[in-house]
């Protein structure tokens, strides 16, 4: 059966028990197939994957003053929750094998800004970042690493899935991600108290009185029934999908192999989900200006790489610690884009586009 067909046969069980509400068997059921896939012992189903960013901070007690260090480059959803918690964000930049979080920039930024109450650390477009090296190093130096999985579910790092590498995982179901239950998110826990806890404040913190009693602010973050049916429904065909995704990177890389681009890479041990074709265009090259330009003619979507945090006007005045003398992230935002990479497109779509491209060279 395709996804749609489980979906609806999910959704429609939903109707019929009436179950509209955000819980249900739906909820549970899509959790349960969350930890299966992950190895995490426990996930939350949630509005979005910015909503566990949230509740990972506040579980780690976050607050008004603290610091939060964050990857620079990645979607603003990364760093707005610390804000929504009154922290303050420090930039991190890039390193150049996985465009992840480098590490030699997060040991300095220890040294420049002391022990954050954490860091959070994303896998860009799906890839997954230096682990190990963070790990250890949040480890040594007293905080936690909150992984930021919303691009990478099925995405692998050492055989273990990306999302399940830290206390605390974040992962989202919004509309362009590799799943999608049109909105919605998760969070993976490593413990059971913090996953109740966090269910708590999804559900407006209620204590258990017979009355509504209420002893900590609490969040409407809880996702529904109907959107875990589909959710549930699209994690029978997640495998296939990370499958074609990786077969469109392949098919790109192959197509594109006599034009001067540089290939998002995956460290030797990770493997990605390839939830995005990203490359770099060369230096002195044609700018991604232009190549987006060439291939909107051809009535072909291609976007920038996201923008810098570092660059972005809201955060002008949070401090960026870079890798190198000149940020990594910067050069990867000036040179790189992220081609169609949907897994209903044929072979011969994804020829058009590598020719399309070529021809900017
Ligand atoms: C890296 C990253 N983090 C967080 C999010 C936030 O997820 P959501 O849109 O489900 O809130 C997204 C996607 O939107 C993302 O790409």
């Known amino acids: ?20 509400a955000p819980l249900g ?14 190895g995490a012992p426990h ?3 949630l509005s979005s994957g ?10 780690l007690g976050v607050g008004a003053g603290d610091t939060v260090f964050c990857q620079d480059l990645t979607f603003a959803a990364t760093a707005n929750p610390i804000v929504y918690c009154g922290a303050k964000p420090v930039f991190i930049d890039s390193e150049e094998d996985s465009w ?13 800004y002391g022990v954050p109450k954490a860091v959070i650390v994303v896998h860009l477009y799906g890839n997954p970042a230096k682990m190990e090296e963070l790990l250890s190093l949040c480890t040594r130096y007293g905080t936690v690493l909150i992984e930021d999985a919303a691009e990478a579910l099925g995405s692998v790092y050492r055989g273990i899935p990306c999302g399940a590498l830290c206390r605390f995982g974040v992962l989202s179901f919004n509309g362009n991600k590799i799943i999608t239950t049109s909105g919605g998110g998760a969070l993976l826990c490593g413990d059971g108290e913090e996953a109740k806890h966090a269910l708590k404040l999804a559900t407006q913190a209620r204590e258990p009185f017979p009355w509504y009693e209420h002893e900590e602010i609490g969040y409407n973050y809880r996702l529904s029934n109907i959107a875990a049916g589909i959710g549930r429904g699209q994690m029978r065909v997640l495998a296939d999908r990370v499958e074609r995704k990786r077969e469109i990177y ?16 995956e460290l030797p041990d990770a493997v990605s989900n390839r939830w995005l074709t990203a490359l770099l265009l060369p230096k002195g090259g044609p700018a991604p200006d232009e190549a987006i330009a060439a291939l909107r003619k051809a009535d072909i979507e291609a976007r920038h790489m996201w923008k810098p945090m570092h660059m972005q006007p809201v955060f002008a005045n949070a ?3 870079g890798a190198e003398e000149s940020a990594v992230s910067e050069m990867l935002f000036s040179r790189g884009i992220c ?11 994804i020829g058009r586009v590598a020719e399309t491209l070529k021809s900017v060279f």
């Not at 059966?1 to 509209?20: P, V």
């Not at 068997?25 to 930890?35: G, K, Q, R």
């Not at 566990?52 to 901070?57: C, K, Q």
């Open 1 to 20: 059966m395709s996804a749609e067909g489980y979906e609806l046969a999910y959704i429609r069980d939903a109707f019929e028990k009436n179950w509209i």
């Open 25 to 38: 068997e739906n909820v549970n059921e899509f959790e349960a197939a969350l930890c299966g896939f992950t």
């Open 50 to 59: 910015t909503a566990a960013l949230h509740l990972a901070l506040l579980l």
């Open 43 to 45: 996930a939350v189903a």
């Open 319 to 321: 401090p960026f610690v």
């Open 339 to 349: 081609l169609p990479g949907d897994t209903k497109l044929t072979n011969d779509d």
């Open 250 to 265: 392949e098919l790109y890389r192959q197509l594109l192999q006599d034009v001067p681009v540089l290939m998002q890479q």
């Open 100 to 112: 992840n979080m480098s590490p030699a920039a997060l040991e300095r930024a220890f040294h420049e």
